[in-house]
């Protein structure tokens, strides 16, 4: 039996019917942004998968503005850049993501509980791994925090100054309901 046959007769497909798509979006030209706007808030939770190229050819940071809000946010990570550990932390909602090289993707996931909830302060945690020409593919893990109560209903993703995104990077938005 195929690989596909054997997961979708497992109860993998339970787990992934759970996730109702929302939007994606794929560009067929440089952007320095990407905008999902009117994020439905019928949703109890969000998932945000991302494929990464950046634009010049090097690693690229996306940076998350949630209902356009540029202050009280920060970030958290931790990962490995092939020569040892680092940490950092940024002062916006960020995830480490894109290649080293021409037409070389990164991939992450970004994971938001109670998006729609009106009373809690926002969280995010994320999971990051870039594809590399070097010896080495660094990936990260991190932790966000928007201190906003409000329900995320829009998003805007940019690099960061001097980057932007390649042709073929997508991202999509996925919705959870508790019930």
């Known amino acids: 039996m195929p690989i596909l046959g054997i997961i979708a007769s497992s109860k993998l497909t339970a787990v992934s019917s759970a996730f109702e798509f929302i939007a994606r979006t794929e560009i067929n030209s440089t952007q320095s942004s990407i905008t999902f706007s009117s994020i439905s808030t019928s949703y109890q939770h969000l998932l945000i998968l991302g494929s990464v190229a950046p634009n010049p050819a090097n690693e690229v940071t996306t940076i998350f503005t949630w209902n356009s809000q540029t202050g009280n946010r ?12 680092f940490a950092h932390d940024a002062v916006w909602l960020v995830d480490y993501s894109g290649g080293n ?18 009373t809690y ?3 995010g945690v994320s999971i990051g791994v870039v594809e590399s020409t070097s010896s080495h593919a660094p990936g990260s893990v991190g932790y966000q925090q928007l201190e906003r109560t409000g329900a995320l209903t829009s998003l805007v993703l940019t690099g960061t100054s001097s980057q932007s995104f390649a042709s073929g990077t997508s991202y999509a938005i996925y919705g959870l309901k508790n019930s």
Do not use: D, Q
Request: glycine share 16%.
């Open 74 to 85: 920060s970030a958290i990570y931790i990962g490995s850049s092939g020569s040892g550990a």
């Open 121 to 123: 302060t926002k969280s």
């Open 101 to 118: 090289g021409s037409n070389i993707f990164g991939s992450f996931e970004h994971y938001v509980p109670s998006y729609s909830n009106t």
